[in-house]
């Protein structure tokens, strides 16, 4: 792998993340944790009638676990659940080098983050995010 | 070329990854490489010599046997100890501080009783007193390092007590590199009626270490950190203290007869070597002790010296680079442990390998330390003599730009 794997998108969402903080009255809060790596974050989702109207997330970890959560979160808010869980569902994909054009598309800026699939040992932090989404949307991670 | 430089090219015409790769491996204190000869070594003694040892009658397992016990000899003259016997061959240093902490603190420590214990030290040398604080009642007591990583007779005479039984202390931190002064610590320990427990897994590779000079009681050891292959390590114990000592695993080869009503188990150290030993493994860190004798710890501690300065030299004209532990690179064997401000240690390490260099990020297996310390986790570059200042330059140039790749101007 080359250097350029940590594009201006990843490093932009890890130093300046738009949904880094956190929100008021939020009704599905669940903390992801690596412990290899030590990223650990709580993903806060305020769900009314089904859409994900806000959320965010707080902690710390490498920049790739936070990146990818900033980047998840850009693409999960204003979506339903079952929306949301095809956008991870597609983002899995893209891990596991499987992804079809059509998912590269929906998963947009995530497509940074598509060089982790030839980096085994980054993969947890790129997945923790939207394994967290996963997890509290009652999905029994693997 | 200086003199060093030619006589490190030399040396590293014998590692095959050095010929045929160009990793810059600077990960030494993990493990080391290991030289074509210690390879061959493991490969000759399973072509030549292989049989169960100690078992047959026949020739070849007695060549096997011969092989294996005199590894031990050359292990035991390695570190100064005065009997063979003294050393038991273990999986890892992991293993030997284990085997003391069954086979000794297990049975001889009760409630009442103080194990001290470093906070700097490696997981493998905290985790087993913390069993046998909690199999036995003795009291765990937390023995602090300065702010150069150092521990200090002082800080040892501040926590010692009457009740004191093992001090549990690593010659070299795997994240400060700083060298503790064992001899004085050991002399403080058994004037307090304890003994001294060694973690010697980064300081043997790396400068003569001499038991009976230390009179350390215990000391443990890897071979996969010298050159030699993964799976064989030393535990030295004196020897009337090992004689004491329960068994730690039981079966094949740790007795002398077994009947249903009752056992005899071996003498030292082989009633520690239970089943089949590792004698190929044996056989390989033999030939990496005679490689290490053969360059002499006097090159091996003037070019990781050299490496170590040139390293923090360059550091310190980094921006956001902070060294943990001394500020001056005498306070390191080797070992240069660091924080990149703003940038965590898995991408600061991830960033390295791009450019083929290989360091280690994350907790160092020391997370008592890290919580000590008030981080999470850093990065660790670590020399061998083998690396060159070229590769110290080349890891320099990449740390300069690490910042900067992920989006700090500067």
Not at chain 2, 152 to 163: D, E, M, S, W, Y
Not at chain 2, 180 to 191: F, G, P, S, V, Y
Request: charged fraction near 25%.
């Amino acid at each position: 792998m080359s250097d350029s794997f940590y594009n201006e998108v990843l490093t932009d969402h890890n130093m300046h993340p738009i949904h880094k903080h956190p929100i008021d009255n939020p009704n599905l809060v669940l903390e992801g944790v690596n412990p290899s790596c030590g990223d650990d974050i709580v993903l806060q989702l305020r769900v009314e009638d089904d859409k994900i109207v806000e959320g965010s997330f707080v902690g710390e970890g490498c920049a790739i676990s936070q990146a990818s959560a900033d980047i998840m979160l850009e693409l999960i808010i204003g979506k339903s659940k079952d929306e949301a869980l095809s956008l991870s569902d597609a983002f899995m994909r893209m891990i596991r080098n499987e992804a079809s054009e059509e998912d590269i598309e929906l998963l947009d800026e995530a497509g940074a983050l598509k060089d982790i699939s030839h980096m085994p040992a980054r993969v947890k932090c790129a997945v923790l995010g939207w394994h967290t989404l996963e997890e509290l949307f009652g999905r029994k991670s693997e | 070329m200086t003199e060093i430089d030619e006589k490190v090219k030399k040396l590293r015409e014998e590692f095959r990854i050095f010929r045929e790769t160009d990793y810059v491996y600077l990960d030494n204190s993990a493990t080391s490489q290991r030289p074509d000869r210690v390879i061959r070594a493991v490969s000759d003694f399973y072509a030549e010599k292989n049989a169960n040892p100690f078992r047959g009658v026949y020739e070849l397992s007695e060549k096997c046997t011969e092989e294996y016990e005199s590894a031990r000899s050359r292990a035991a003259a390695f570190i100064g100890a005065e009997h063979s016997s003294e050393i038991v061959f273990t999986r890892n240093a992991t293993e030997a501080l284990n085997l003391i902490a069954y086979s000794y603190g297990c049975f001889e420590l009760s409630e009442g009783d103080e194990i001290v214990v470093s906070v700097c030290e490696h997981h493998s040398n905290f985790l087993p007193w913390v069993m046998v604080s909690e199999r036995t009642g003795a009291k765990l007591v937390k023995l602090l390092p300065d702010e150069t990583g150092c521990i200090t007779p002082k800080a040892l005479r501040n926590v010692i007590t009457g009740k004191t039984r093992l001090v549990c202390v690593t010659q070299v931190s795997n994240v400060f590199g700083k060298v503790n002064d064992i001899k004085t610590l050991a002399q403080i320990a058994h004037e307090a009626g304890a003994l001294i427990v060694c973690d010697g897994a980064q300081s043997v590779p790396h400068m003569p270490v001499d038991v009976r000079d230390l009179d350390v009681d215990f000391l443990a050891f890897s071979g996969h950190k010298m050159l030699a292959p993964m799976g064989i390590g030393v535990l030295y114990a004196k020897r009337d203290i090992l004689s004491s000592m329960k068994p730690f695993m039981l079966g094949g080869e740790m007795i002398e007869s077994v009947h249903w009503d009752r056992v005899k188990f071996a003498v030292i150290p082989h009633v520690f070597e239970a089943g089949t030993v590792n004698a190929g493994g044996a056989a390989g860190l033999k030939a990496a002790m005679e490689f290490m004798d053969e360059i002499g710890f006097d090159f091996i501690m003037e070019q990781e010296k050299r490496l170590t300065r040139l390293a923090m030299d360059g550091i310190k004209n980094i921006n956001g680079i902070h060294v943990i532990g001394d500020q001056s690179p005498e306070g390191h064997e080797g070992i240069v442990t660091f924080t990149v401000d703003g940038v965590h240690p898995h991408d600061v390490a991830q960033i390295f390998d791009s450019e083929k260099i290989c360091v280690r990020a994350g907790h160092h297996c020391a997370q008592p330390l890290m919580d000590h310390l008030g981080i999470g986790s850093c990065t660790r570059a670590s020399f061998a003599f083998y690396n060159t200042e070229e590769e110290v330059n080349r890891f320099l140039e990449c740390l300069s730009g690490i910042r900067r790749k992920m989006g700090y101007n500067e």
